[in-house]
């Protein structure tokens, strides 16, 4: 982890200095976007969405800059404001999976079990291979006790994902509550 941390305070640094701020380069939203994506791993959300806007202003049709903001704001508690821009991610590209499962994450935060469920599985229609939807699904409903749904979603994660140490935790829940519920 420190290590990783490292590495990424080094990167955005060197991006910050050498990319970002030279005279030599036009302004490209993707570089905006990739250093938020940076600052938002590194914890610092609110520098992220500077970046997140910045590559939005350049850009105002980069749907990939609406999401990641949104994943900022999300991770802010700002559920509203990050569902608004995994919206406007949604609209810019229907077809982009990551924008629904985000979306799913927020409607579930806002304990809204429906939305989330439904936007799960549109971003699972478009994207099967999303192991982080699943376990989400998985969740939700193993909070509705349906441990049939649960079990099956946190196996298909781990089946894509065979090290996500989350989705084996959340099977093993699953499968103790389970198992509990039938005595």
């Known amino acids: ?7 990424h305070t080094r990167c955005l640094s060197d991006w910050s200095s050498d990319v970002c701020s030279s005279d030599l380069l036009p302004p490209y939203p993707r570089l905006y976007n990739n250093r938020g994506s940076i600052s938002g791993a590194q914890g610092d959300c609110l520098k992220a969405i500077a970046d997140f806007d910045e590559a939005i202003r350049l850009r105002p049709t980069y749907f990939k800059g609406y999401n990641n903001r949104g994943v900022a704001l999300l991770n802010l508690g700002r559920h ?32 809204n079990d429906e939305k989330a469920i439904a936007d799960y599985m549109e971003a699972l229609r478009v994207d099967k291979n999303l192991a982080e ?15 049939g749904r649960a079990i099956n979603d946190f196996r298909e994660a781990l089946r894509l994902k065979s090290d996500y140490a989350a989705a084996r935790i959340n099977l093993n829940r699953a499968l103790e509550e389970k198992a509990q519920h039938r005595m």
């Open 80 to 111: 509203d404001e990050a569902i608004a821009d995994f919206n406007r991610a949604i609209q810019l590209n229907p077809g982009y999976a990551l924008a629904f499962g985000n979306r799913g994450v927020a409607w579930a935060r806002k304990g």
């Open 1 to 7: 982890f420190f290590s990783s941390r490292r590495r």
């Open 133 to 147: 939807v699943y376990n989400n699904r998985g969740e939700l409903w193993l909070r509705r006790k349906d441990y």
